[in-house]
């Protein structure tokens, strides 16, 4: 009897370590997360400075009254440089996050991230020059509301949601190769039809990654590799990151109000 009572008191033991340090990692990821968005609207929203200016002397593209292209607003979306800041952060998501998840340090994998979250602020900040501010606000916080809410679902519900990752990304491949070929054929049908899914997808996505970081977590806090679990940590927030900004960006074309 006491041999029992000595193994229910160390694995009692056990999972209220693995729960404290549960809340940890994804206090680290959140954050991570965090500092990743706000990076993010820093470069979006000086870039979109820089790039438009009231001053039409020296200015060859005028946007609307009053507001025109500066050299550098010129040069991000008006020259073939504009495809290389639009697919940049996908492609490092693609071929460069996986060699970096294996090859690199914590900290350097941390510093990728934030790298990629600042080469994203460029890559959206020609939504300052569509959308208002105002409406740009309102859909963030519209989004910080949902993103909220299927996360804490993923963290929360006992249901396994490991069966729908599959689905959705063939979903995201889906969504990437319509909007594509939206580049070209600038059908409103078309938008408004990836818009519906793509903010149907990525709100899946926002409680399947939560619930897997919380699973990989548990999986793997007992071989004490603290590196391992860091790396891990990043690679949640990248995952999460996205599924916000892509929810946004969507819900974007949605709610927005343009200029």
Do not use: C
């Amino acid at each position: 009897m006491a041999e029992l009572n000595t193994i229910r008191s160390a694995a009692g033991t056990r999972a209220a370590e693995i729960d404290v340090g549960l809340r940890a990692h994804m206090n680290k990821v959140y954050g991570s997360m965090s500092i990743g968005m706000l990076i993010t609207a820093a470069a979006a929203w000086a870039v979109a400075g820089l790039a438009v200016t009231s001053d039409p002397t020296g200015a060859t593209v005028a946007l609307r009254e009053g507001q025109y292209l500066t050299g550098l607003g010129e040069l991000l979306y008006t020259t073939p440089l504009r495809w290389v800041v639009m697919f940049a952060p996908l492609a490092f998501v693609l071929f460069g996050w996986g060699a970096l998840m294996r090859r690199g340090s914590a900290s350097a994998v941390q510093l990728g991230f934030f790298i990629f979250a600042a080469v994203m602020g460029v890559s959206m900040s020609s939504i300052f020059l569509v959308y208002t501010p105002y409406s740009i606000t309102q859909t963030f916080l519209v989004t910080s509301v949902a993103f909220a809410g299927l996360s804490l679902y993923g963290y929360t519900t006992k249901k396994d949601l490991s069966g729908m990752g599959t689905f959705l990304m063939m979903g995201v491949i889906g969504l990437i190769i319509a909007m594509i070929i939206n580049i070209f054929l600038q059908s409103p049908a078309m938008m408004f039809a990836i818009s519906a899914l793509g903010v149907l997808i990525f709100s899946g996505l926002t409680a399947f990654y939560t619930q897997g970081i919380k699973n990989t977590y548990v999986e793997h806090a007992s071989y004490g590799d603290q590196e391992w679990l860091d790396k891990a940590a990043i690679d949640g927030a990248l995952s999460l990151y996205i599924a916000f900004l892509n929810l946004f960006q969507f819900l974007l074309m949605f709610m927005g109000q343009q200029e």
